[in-house]
């Protein structure tokens, strides 16, 4: 079983960037599609982007679209996602969550597809 782990959340100004690595732990992350969630305070947990094991297939939410790009290096067993001008309602938990799939263009934009979630990072974007 593979465990995500998510580093390089903060404090950030609008306009601002921040680069959210996803670690895996445990297993090999190749054979893992991969998402980025988001849940701010008294909101649900929305999709921000995901993207499948081989990298050539990305999806976004409408509301990053043009300003965030998710990547993946799999031989450093890491998924990245670049976020750049940040915006205040960008403020949220940022989770990773991944899935295994033999299929190598499989991707996914429902928190319940995939098996394994990391414990979060923080981002907040201060006006």
């Known amino acids: 079983q593979v465990q995500p782990v998510e580093s390089g959340g903060g404090l950030v100004q609008a306009g601002g960037s921040l680069r959210l690595s996803c670690a895996a732990s445990g297993r090999t992350f190749s054979r893992y599609a991969t998402g980025w969630f988001r849940q701010a305070p008294g909101k649900e947990r929305e999709v921000v982007a995901a993207?499948?094991?081989?990298?050539?297939?990305?999806y976004y939410a409408d509301s990053v679209k043009g300003r965030f790009t998710i990547s993946r290096d799999n031989a450093k067993n890491t998924v990245y996602l670049q976020m750049n001008s940040l915006k205040p309602e960008d403020t949220a938990v940022y989770y990773c969550a991944a899935r295994f799939s033999f299929y190598s263009g499989y991707y996914s934009s429902l928190a319940n597809d995939y098996e394994y979630w990391g414990q979060g990072t923080q981002v907040t974007v201060s006006s």
């Open positions: 993207i499948s094991w081989s990298g050539s297939i990305t």
